[in-house]
């Protein structure tokens, strides 16, 4: 049995930021998402990009519609305020990739067009610009354990794919992705990987494949899922009644159908 110790997670705040930053160049990852570089002179080269903090996200601000106009919130003493009469879309997003060389952001888009992010997406193109605040923390999550059974939808993707590259090389690594058949896609390469894509109709297909992969903790098993809250809930239940402790999961509700804003991750402490 393997007896590397277990590193805990721990978590690390930020000092909240305001920036407008444009989009300078895009990449289609699929019919379903897309991939967005930004760049801007408020870009910090500090913006902390480290490994295992594969659930970090900062908010964006999508413009106003339908007028196109970016309105962005104001730093002030007691935290961000809108402009007078504006109500602000801020929507979460994980951070794909952060370059300190050329201060450089990535995040990757579910396209939608059920809500203004969605949308923005749709539309957007070089020069498009967007707010970002934050992230106002970042968690690294534990290293050591001898396997990681991820799971998430689109939307987790970003996060998902990150865990695939800054996982450690000797993990065994059982990642389950629902997404609809076009949104499936290469994903990076990890030398434990299992990948398995679930065609996306509801809870059911992916809560299987999980539970039947996380059936009792042993102490060296993390697991980690994110996605649309009502398929994710009985996954936590699970895990929960399946005996892993608290420091060996992580699932987290990244949006709710029917309801706008994002879903309600837990921010880890
Ligand atoms: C920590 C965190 C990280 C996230 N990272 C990413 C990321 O990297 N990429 C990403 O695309 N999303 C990500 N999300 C999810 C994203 O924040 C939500 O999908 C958000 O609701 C999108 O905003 P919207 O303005 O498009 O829709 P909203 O105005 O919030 O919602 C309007 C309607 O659209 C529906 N809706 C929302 N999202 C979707 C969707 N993806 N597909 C279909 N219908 C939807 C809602 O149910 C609602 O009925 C993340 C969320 C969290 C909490």
Redesign the pocket.
Known sequence: MNTTPIREASRHPYPPKVRTLSVISSEKLSPT?RRFVFAGDELEPEFPFVPLTT?M?VKVV?PQEPTGRLEMPMLGERGLVAPEGVEL?I????V?GFDADTRLLT????L?H??????W?IRARNGSRLGVLGPRGYTIYPEGFDRYILGAD??????LERWIEEAPAGARIDAFVVAPAEGRRPLPEHPGLSLSWIEGAGAAPLVDALTAAAQAGDGRTFVWA?GESGIVAPLRRHVQGAGFARSEFDV????????????E?EERA
Do not use: Q
Not at 91 to 94: G, I, T
Not at 107 to 110: L, P
Not at 154 to 159: I, N, R
Not at 252 to 262: D, I, T
């Open positions: 998402m659930a996200h999508v879309a929507r979460d997003y994980s794909r995040i990757d888009f579910v939608h059920h809500g203004p992010a969605g949308r997406a689109e939307t987790a993707l970003p996060a994110a987290s509700g990244y949006w709710r159908l029917g309801h706008a804003g994002s879903g991750h």
